[in-house]
C-alpha cells in the first residue's frame, strides 16, 4: 500500500486579486451568472486558458499535422457550442469567459424554463428538480451539449411546473405596461401649454 495521493488544484487565481477593477468585473459576474464563490470563475477562467493554449499550440505545429489535430479541437467545442463547425483556431483565441459561462446548465436551464433568477435556476438543479433526458442533473456548473440542450426539463413532480410561465412581454411586467398606458392618456387629456397661454391672452384683451 503506497502512500496516499494529494489531489491537485484544477484552476489558478489571479496573480493580484485584490486589484479594485478586477473585483468589480469578478462581482458583476458572478452577479450576472449567478455563481456561488469566485472559485467558479476561476476554475472557469483557467479552462479557458487550456483551451487557448491548445489553439496556440496548433498554430505553431507544420501544416500537414495541423490539418489532421485541428478538427480533433473543433468538434469538440463544437459539441458543447462554443464555436461553430466552419470557425477557424483565430475564434477560439477570441473567447471570453462569458462565452463558457453561457453553457452551464445553470445558464441555459434559467433562459429555457424561465427561472427569475440564476440563483433560483442554481436552487431548483441543487434539488433535483432539472432533468437532461431521463437523468437528474444536480450539478450547476454542468456544460451542457448541444445536443442535449433541447431535452433539459423539469421533473414531473416539481413545484416549478405550477410557478414557471413564459413572460407576457418581453418590453416589461405588466405593471409597468399598466403605468405606461395610463401615462398615454394623461398626456393626451392635457392640453398643450402654449394654447392655454394663448387662451388667457385672448381673454384679456377682451
Known amino acids: 500500500m503506497g502512500d496516499p495521493k494529494t489531489s491537485r488544484r484544477v484552476w489558478q487565481k489571479p496573480k493580484r486579486p485584490l486589484n479594485y477593477d478586477l473585483m468589480m468585473d469578478e462581482l458583476k459576474t458572478l452577479g450576472t451568472f449567478g455563481l456561488k464563490t469566485k472559485r467558479e470563475l476561476w476554475k472557469t477562467q483557467t479552462e479557458l486558458s487550456r483551451v487557448r493554449l491548445q489553439a496556440r499550440s496548433l ?83 454542468y456544460i451542457v451539449k448541444t445536443e442535449e440542450e433541447a431535452k433539459i426539463h423539469l421533473i414531473p413532480e416539481s413545484r416549478f411546473n405550477e410557478t414557471l410561465s413564459k413572460p407576457e412581454s418581453d418590453l416589461g411586467s405588466p405593471e409597468t405596461e399598466n403605468l405606461e398606458s395610463e401615462t398615454g392618456v394623461q398626456s393626451e387629456n392635457e392640453e398643450p401649454p402654449v394654447k392655454q397661454d394663448a387662451e388667457k391672452v385672448s381673454t384679456v384683451q377682451s
Open 59 to 141: 498554430l505553431a505545429l507544420r501544416q500537414d499535422e495541423r490539418e489532421r489535430k485541428e478538427p480533433i479541437l473543433m468538434q469538440s467545442l463544437s459539441k458543447i457550442g462554443l464555436v461553430n463547425e466552419d470557425s477557424t483556431l483565430d475564434d477560439v483565441l477570441n473567447l471570453q469567459v462569458t462565452d463558457l459561462l453561457s453553457r452551464r446548465l445553470q445558464t441555459i436551464a434559467q433562459r429555457k424554463l424561465y427561472f427569475k433568477t440564476p440563483y433560483q435556476a442554481r436552487q431548483a438543479i441543487v434539488h433535483g428538480h432539472i432533468m437532461i433526458g431521463d437523468s437528474v442533473v444536480t450539478i450547476p456548473s
